[in-house]
């Protein structure tokens, strides 16, 4: 069963979490970037990497851009490939644009959801990066497409 | 792709080019392809009401030499707010607009302030300015993103592209 950890200083927030997520997951749960980092290390150090990181903000201790940019450095060092990294998403009530462009482009976190949330929109986000069953079948791009990256 | 349109029989299937957007009212499945090109999804539960723009570049008072633009959908700001503009005349009131932001990739090694990055902090900032939430984003990374929008539901997928050709720069 694919493991995740899940990462905030709110009890309650991590319960909710955990209910979304439902039975597909087999959970950890941190209550600070400190103690998400040393469960982290440990999961790498054993053979057993997390396959999902859901990650809150505002924490004491590391706050979740340091833990989560922390995270990747350790991932480096035990010779990840940046393709391989664990898919990571932040959950916050933080809506403001600096941090959800931090999340994403500098932090390390593939997809950001804003609390509250619903289940639907956490699972919205997993299925986007392959942790849950997409309904998308196989076709890939269609020929004539118009938009690249530049 | 097929399985999603059969996945809802009742909503017709329109396909977005850059610089295309508006507003559904009868279910439609929008979908559409982004590299660094950014699209908003706007939907409005109570009232069987969406949006959706696919822009190719950030702020239109960048780019606009001579003249305005014919289409407002070819720039994230004035993408967004042209359809909250839009939104409003329904009625629509900004508190029952859950909005989410998809695309921006950057190439490989690009500059720290790509084109993708840009138009995603256009889209935060303005969503912001206007004060309409964004529940959820999907944006940035290396890869094209290929998302379908049932505006009936608010349901979306994105999926993210293998083909190398939308891997690299142009």
Same mark, same amino acid.
């Given at each position: ?40 290390? =440990?999961?790498? +150090?054993?053979?057993?990497?997390? +396959?999902? *990181? #859901?990650?809150?903000?505002?924490? !004491? ?18 010779? *990840? =490939?940046?393709?391989? #990294?664990? !898919? ?6 933080? +809506? +403001? ?15 950001? *959801? ?32 118009? /938009?690249?990256?530049? | ?5 059969? &996945? ?14 508006? @507003? ?12 660094? /090109? ?6 409005? !539960? ?12 950030? &702020? ?20 967004? $707010? ?9 009625? #629509? ?5 859950? /909005? ?16 993708? $990055? ?14 309409? &939430? ?8 290396? $890869?094209? &993103? ?9 349901? @979306? ?6 083909? !190398?050709?939308?891997?690299?720069? $142009?």
């Amino acid at each position: 069963m694919p493991r995740v950890l899940i990462v905030d200083d709110s009890r309650y927030q991590r319960h909710l979490i955990s209910q979304a997520l439902g039975q597909a997951f087999s959970p950890d749960q941190a209550a600070d970037g400190r103690e998400a980092l040393a469960l982290f290390a =440990a999961a790498l +150090d054993i053979g057993a990497p997390y +396959d999902l *990181v #859901v990650m809150d903000i505002l924490m !004491p201790e590391l706050n979740g851009h340091e833990a989560l940019a922390a995270i990747r450095r350790l991932e480096a060092e035990h010779g *990840v =490939a940046p393709d391989k #990294v664990v !898919p990571a998403v932040m959950l916050s009530s933080l +809506d +403001d644009p600096g941090n959800m462009l931090r999340a994403q482009f500098d932090s390390g976190a593939q997809a950001y *959801v804003t609390k509250p949330f619903t289940p639907g929109t956490l699972l919205e986000a997993l299925m986007t990066l392959g942790l849950v069953e997409n309904p998308f079948g196989e076709d890939d791009v269609e020929a004539g497409d118009p /938009c690249k990256i530049f | 792709m097929q399985d999603l349109l059969e &996945r809802y029989p009742d909503h017709r299937p329109l396909f977005l080019n850059v610089a295309q957007g508006g @507003i559904y009212e009868t279910p439609t499945i929008a979908h559409t392809v982004l590299g660094s /090109c950014v699209s908003v999804t706007f939907f409005v !539960p109570n009232r069987g009401m969406a949006a959706i723009f696919h822009a190719l570049l950030p &702020r239109a008072e960048e780019y606009r030499l001579h003249e305005p633009d014919p289409s407002p959908y070819k720039f994230v700001d004035t993408a967004i $707010r042209t359809l909250f503009a839009r939104l409003e005349r329904r009625g #629509v009131s900004r508190y029952e607009i859950e /909005c989410k932001v998809f695309g921006g990739a950057s190439a490989l090694f690009a500059e720290e302030m790509s084109v993708g $990055r840009r138009n995603v902090e256009t889209a935060f900032t303005t969503l912001s300015e206007l004060g309409l &939430r964004v529940a959820a984003s999907n944006v940035g990374g290396e $890869r094209g &993103r290929k998302i379908v929008f049932a505006t009936g539901t608010g349901e @979306i997928f994105v999926k993210f592209l293998s083909n !190398p050709a939308f891997l690299g720069g $142009r």
